[in-house]
T-cell receptor, first 116, second 116 residues
Framework: AQSVTQPDIHITVSEGASLELRCNYSYGATPYLFWYVQSPGQGLQLLLK??????LVQGIKGFEAEFKRSQSSFNLRKPSVHWSDAAEYFCAVDTGTGGGADGLTFGKGTHLIIQP | NAGVMQNPRHLVRRRGQEARLRCSPMKGHSHVYWYRQLPEEGLKFMVYLQKENIIDESGMPKERFSAEFPKEGPSILRIQQVVRGDSAAYFC??????????????FGAGTRLSVL
């Protein structure tokens, strides 16, 4: 079965600084990869996704992520964070075997704190 | 185009009562997924439905939990005889397809169930 690891439970970044959130997955082939963001008491908003093709994908709110097959990673980046980026970030994978079976497998999340 | 609508947003039940959680998918989406978010455990897949069919319920507890997605109306997640351990946030997601590059789960704001 696939698994997702987000090694950083909390990350603190100064406003205006760059950000990288790590995500590693375990699966024999290339899965579908997603990043979602969750603000307190809210649902999950899709930031970006990777299915195939260009390994650098652009998302909403200035986020991007790079798929690295050799490292089984899909790290999320932003060049300059804003206070409104403070939230919980989830990496998720789907094996893409069809039918959505087993749904998405989520990492435990990274809590992003923005310092003024 | 409204997003995924879940209601109620908050639900309080006493032990032994029934909880009914509703999910209306995005317009044009016929694939619905339910997830549960427990503290310290993260988001876990529960069940995948299409209209009038349960496709995958591998994440559903064997007892007390059931889900449906009728031909007309919202998808319902039903929890009978609730216990304190059922307290969690329950999220619904919908997608236009269950596989391929159009497989993109969009999440609702969730229902937060509290069992007294």
């Amino acid at each position: 079965a696939q698994s997702v690891t987000q090694p950083d439970i909390h990350i603190t970044v100064s406003e205006g600084a760059s950000l990288e959130l790590r995500c590693n997955y375990s699966y024999g082939a290339t899965p579908y990869l997603f990043w979602y963001v969750q603000s307190p008491g809210q649902g999950l908003q899709l930031l970006l996704k990777y299915f195939s093709g260009d390994t650098l994908v652009q998302g909403i709110k200035g986020f991007e992520a790079e798929f690295k097959r050799s490292q089984s990673s899909f790290n999320l980046r932003k060049p300059s964070v804003h206070w409104s980026d403070a939230a919980e970030y989830f990496c998720a994978v789907d094996t893409g075997t069809g039918g959505g079976a087993d749904g998405l497998t989520f990492g435990k999340g990274t809590h992003l704190i923005i310092q003024p | 185009n409204a997003g995924v609508m879940q209601n109620p947003r908050h639900l309080v039940r006493r032990r032994g009562q029934e909880a009914r959680l509703r999910c209306s998918p995005m317009k044009g989406h016929s694939h619905v997924y339910w997830y549960r978010q427990l503290p310290e455990e993260g988001l876990k897949f529960m069940v995948y439905l299409q209209k009038e069919n349960i496709i995958d319920e591998s994440g559903m507890p064997k007892e007390r939990f059931s889900a449906e997605f009728p031909k007309e109306g919202p998808s319902i997640l039903r929890i009978q005889q609730v216990v304190r351990g059922d307290s969690a946030a329950y999220f619904c997601a919908s997608s236009p397809t269950g596989a391929g590059e159009e497989y993109i789960p969009y999440f609702g704001a969730g229902t937060r169930l509290s069992v007294l």
